[in-house]
């Protein structure tokens, strides 16, 4: 039976980095669910349906088919043959796709794309929901989180050194915002699951974060 673990947390909290990394050591094959919820959500809006009106989506949902491949260990999320991979990671699809994510029907839509994901091989899923709706079966489970000041600091080093003049005040309250979006949600709220093992990555670095991941996963796998 393929090994699955699934990590769940808040915006920013390094999951993607780290899953990747850990996977990699591992071997696995690391999923991120985020992508396709963003990819979903690109499409959407592109074709201009009208975000607030639920019939409307669950409509375009219909002529949709949304895949996950992965090119020489990337992972590529395509939309009715489309690679859109590149174009789903700017600060308007990351807003909007937290009110897609919200819909029932989004989540329903998307739901055994992830399953199937997790079926035939070893992965490290990462999302907000893998551990309590999408994988309750999980090998493992990780709640990977920070505090917001933490997560928005980390995002303002990172706007700052790429040179963009951002405020740490602004940063800190869309942080804020994303989290409440993402948790008071009454589809698949993000929470930690009764399970999963509660990690705190304020005060590591990368490198120690995704060590206590592969730890977490060699201890529980091997027990
Ligand atoms: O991890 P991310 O920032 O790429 O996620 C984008 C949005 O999708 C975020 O608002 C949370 C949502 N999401 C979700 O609701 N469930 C998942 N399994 C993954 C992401």
Do not use: W
């Not at 949902?61 to 992965?70: K, N």
């Amino acid at each position: 039976m393929p090994v699955s673990v699934a990590i769940d947390g808040p915006a920013g909290a390094g999951k993607s980095t780290v899953a990747k990394k850990a996977a990699a050591v591992l071997g696995f094959t690391y999923v991120d669910t985020g992508a396709v919820y963003r990819s979903v959500t690109f499409f959407c809006d592109r074709a201009g349906v009208n975000k607030d009106d639920d019939a409307a989506v669950s409509k375009a949902l219909e002529g949709l088919s949304a895949d996950i491949s992965f090119k020489d260990g990337a992972q590529h999320v395509s939309v009715n043959g489309e690679d859109v991979t590149d174009m789903i990671r700017t600060p308007k699809i990351s807003s909007l796709t937290s009110f897609y994510a919200a819909k029932p029907c989004v989540r329903a839509f998307l739901l055994e794309l992830q399953r199937e994901m997790a079926r035939s091989r070893d992965v490290i899923m990462d999302g907000r929901d893998i551990g309590t709706v999408v994988l309750p079966d999980a090998d493992v489970k990780i709640f990977l989180t920070a505090s917001p000041e933490v997560r928005a600091k980390r995002r303002y080093d990172e706007l700052r050194a790429k040179g963009e003049n951002v405020s740490f005040d602004d940063i800190l309250s869309s942080v804020n915002q994303r989290d409440r979006q993402d948790s008071e949600r009454s589809a698949a709220p993000l929470k930690q699951a009764e399970d999963a093992i509660y990690l705190d990555t304020g005060d590591m670095d990368i490198d120690a974060a995704v060590q206590r991941v592969v730890d977490i996963v060699r201890n529980e796998v091997c027990k």
